[in-house]
């Protein structure tokens, strides 16, 4: 079994840098997905509200029979959600949902500044931690604009800020606030949705490593220092994503790699500053 590296968060939590994602996942097929994963050997595990499956993912956790404190949950707070007192009470509803007294990390799904107030939803969360029901905090999908904004108020650094991170988004600058201020990132999309797949740059350094694109995609992420999950139902696949610490890219690859980048139009999901559905 491959040993997955972990990260150790602002506040000393570890994470591991690989993990296994359940978005479009159906709760049906959920438990089964996930039992594979860490039988295959992941120890991390990111769901959301959001995604509606977070009983299913509580369900294979108990069911895999390894102790609770070895396998690394995320979830996320639907946006339907962030007025505090609403916050509060989703946050006890997904640990139910989970079969948990304690998560591992909590993230404010979409800032959605149009919405509401993201800086009191956060405050909601640190209310949350600071009662045990997270072991460590977070976000997903902000700008630098947005976590400056936590960080004027003199509130708890976030400790991981999720967003779409791939060979075609690089997201540089969003990664460089987040090493300067001690926040990790967690990559979503980390092969833009299967973008990258057929890249014919890709397939070539494939070629030269002997593994696949997206092995060669994912090894990108993990020597950057990103934190991944990608996610697929087929077993076979997720061995693959699996079998990425076998070898390692060299600095050019690595520059070939990154060189892919698109910008703002590489990008596959929505703008976090034009985000503001509330999905029911």
């Known amino acids: ?5 972990t990260i150790t968060l602002n506040n000393g939590v570890t994470i591991p840098q690989l993990g296994f994602g359940v978005f479009q996942i159906e709760p049906e097929n ?13 120890r991390h595990i990111d769901t959301a509200q959001m995604y509606g499956n977070e009983a299913e993912v509580g369900e294979a956790v108990a069911a895999s029979g390894i102790p609770r404190d070895e396998i690394f949950v995320t979830s996320k707070l639907n946006n339907g959600f962030h007025d505090p007192a609403d916050a509060a009470k989703a946050i006890d509803e997904s640990l139910e949902k989970l079969g948990f007294e304690t998560l591992d990390l909590f993230l404010i799904h979409w800032p959605m500044p149009a919405v509401g107030d993201y800086l009191e ?3 909601a969360l640190e209310r949350m931690a600071s009662e045990g029901k997270s072991r460590a905090i977070g976000v997903s999908n902000f700008s630098t604009a947005h976590l400056q904004r936590l960080a004027e108020a003199g509130t708890t650094t976030p400790a991981v800020n999720q967003v779409e991170v791939h060979p075609y988004f690089v997201q540089d600058e969003i990664r460089a606030y987040g090493a300067e201020h ?6 979503w999309s980390p092969i833009a949705q299967g973008k990258v797949l057929d890249d014919a740059a ?3 350094v494939a070629e030269a490593t002997g593994k696949s694109t997206a092995q060669v995609t994912l090894r990108w992420h993990v020597q950057r220092g990103d934190i991944i999950f990608p996610k697929s139902v087929t077993k076979e696949r997720v061995q693959e994503n699996f079998d990425i610490f076998d070898f390692e890219l060299t600095a050019n690859q690595m520059d070939e790699v990154s060189g892919l980048d698109q910008g703002a139009d590489g990008r596959q999901g929505p703008d976090p500053d034009e985000m503001n559905m509330i999905p029911s």
């Open 1 to 5: 079994m491959s040993t997955v590296p």
């Open 30 to 42: 959920t438990k089964q997905a996930v039992l594979d994963a860490l039988e295959i050997g992941y």
């Open 121 to 123: 939803t956060w405050k």
């Open 182 to 187: 001690g926040i990790a990132i967690e990559a």
């Open 202 to 204: 890709l397939g070539a």
